[in-house]
């Protein structure tokens, strides 16, 4: 019975530290905490490279294709097609660029982190919604009332759920 446990214990830890070299990589090239894009591979793969999601998503960070090709032109990246980011340098580098540019987006905030995460996982036009609700205009500015505000409980988990995660990676990265 301890063998098994420790068994699981050593698996469960190789699989979450085997790509911290294209998370450091990925999250120093577009200034994010690397315990955050950690946070984010757990939460939409659990560290699964070859993840492919309903709607088109693929990889470690689940990248759209859309998402993807916006990364591969600001490289200008020829011959790129969205298969390539289920190598996971090439994905943490694809998704690190994109949380980097949604996290931008909501700088007028209290919490831009909850803001971008709610972009990542439901999409703008969600956010902004949930940011114009006319129950919460608070929601705009205060993240407390924009998860509130929030009409999808899973994006409110998903929110939450990574920035839990990112304290328990953030002491790696140190």
């Given at each position: 019975?301890?063998?098994?446990?420790a068994m699981a214990y050593w698996w469960r830890f190789r699989s979450e530290n085997?790509?911290?070299?294209?998370?450091?990589?990925?999250?120093?090239?577009?200034?994010?905490p690397p315990a955050l894009?950690?946070?984010?591979?757990?939460k939409e793969s659990?560290?699964?490279a070859d993840a492919r999601g309903k709607a088109g998503e693929i990889g470690l960070m689940q990248i759209t294709e859309d998402a993807a090709q916006e990364w591969a032109d600001s490289l200008r990246l020829t011959h790129y097609v969205h298969e390539h980011t289920l190598d996971p340098a090439t994905n943490v580098f694809a998704g690190s660029h994109y949380l980097s540019k949604v996290l931008r987006r909501y700088g007028a905030t209290?919490?831009?982190?909850?803001?971008a995460l709610a972009d990542y996982n439901a999409?703008?036009?969600n956010v902004l919604r949930w940011m114009n609700s006319t129950n919460a205009p608070a929601a705009r500015t205060n993240s407390r009332v924009f998860l509130s505000a929030m009409t999808f409980p899973g994006t409110r988990q998903y929110v939450l759920g990574i920035l839990e995660r990112?304290?328990?990676y953030e002491g790696q990265f140190r």
């Open positions: 019975m301890a063998a098994a446990a085997r790509y911290d070299t294209e998370i450091r990589a990925g999250a120093a090239k577009y200034g994010l894009v950690k946070a984010v591979i757990w659990r560290f699964n209290d919490n831009p982190l909850a803001y999409g703008r036009g990112r304290n328990h």
